[in-house]
């Protein structure tokens, strides 16, 4: 089955510590989306990836950075620069191409900082 | 820009009830309007979209009309069941060939038996 998938669900991690979450799809898409999900406030893109070897920031990039080596993962790492870290996290991917423009999402990371 | 205001939750229906969830967006040429669904603790699924003035998107009974002359999107459903307890989100595309999409802030709906 060809789909989303993000890993650990759950993660636990110290204030001062960097962390990195993963994203694999196996869809085949060209672009894949980092989204922040906090209660209340909808959800507010971090980075996004067109292609593979390039990303751009989103509308939350601070304490953020990501790569994309490879067109199937797309990892994000939170840095200790950012200041309010614990949230959920959801990874999304999309077809380019002509009136593709509908994102699939991943079951999202929880992440606690403490 | 483009953006989008969904009407504020929670909404508490009871079951077989009908739903209103009301999307109204703000765009400069022809977006794409989309609603996405996200149960608890699980990410997004895509509910329904519609692409150009006049199209009705439907899907598992929920139906929502891309109305140009109200600039409105609202997602509707004769009779709710327990199961459709969820967040609702609804998007715009960013325009040209801007492939992000903008959000909503998302619309919680209970159903209680």
């Known amino acids: 089955d060809g789909g989303i998938t993000q890993s650990p669900k759950y993660l636990f991690r110290k204030e001062g510590q960097n962390v990195t979450l993963s994203c694999e799809q196996n869809?085949?898409?060209?672009?894949m989306y980092w989204y922040r999900q906090d209660p209340g406030q909808g959800l507010r893109l971090i980075y996004y990836?067109?292609?593979?070897?390039?990303?751009q920031k989103g509308d939350i990039a601070e304490g953020y950075s990501v790569s994309r080596e490879k067109k199937e993962s797309f990892p994000l790492t939170v840095t200790s620069a950012q200041k309010n870290p614990t949230a959920f996290y959801l990874c999304?991917?999309?077809?380019?191409?002509?009136?593709?423009?509908?994102?699939?999402f991943g079951p999202g990371t929880r992440l606690t900082v403490t | 820009g483009n953006s989008v205001t969904q009407m504020e939750g929670p909404v508490t229906l009871s079951e077989e009830a009908f739903l209103t969830i009301n999307c109204t967006y703000t765009?400069?040429?022809?977006?794409?309007l989309f609603w996405y669904v996200q149960y608890p603790g699980e990410g997004l699924q895509l509910l329904l979209k519609?692409?150009?003035a006049d199209d009705k998107g439907s899907n598992k009974g929920f139906e929502a009309t891309y109305r140009k002359e109200t600039t409105s999107f609202h997602l509707e459903k004769g009779s709710v069941q327990v199961s459709d307890s969820a967040v609702y989100f609804c998007?715009?595309?960013?325009?040209?060939?801007?492939?992000?999409?903008?959000w909503g802030l998302g619309t919680s709906l209970a159903v209680n038996p």
């Open positions: 999304a991917s999309s077809i380019e191409g002509a009136a593709k423009y509908e994102q699939y």
């Open positions: 869809l085949n898409h060209d672009a």
């Open positions: 990836s067109q292609i593979v070897n390039d990303f």
């Open positions: 765009a400069t040429g022809y977006p794409s």
């Open positions: 519609a692409t150009k």
């Open positions: 998007a715009l595309t960013r325009g040209g060939n801007n492939r992000k999409l903008i």
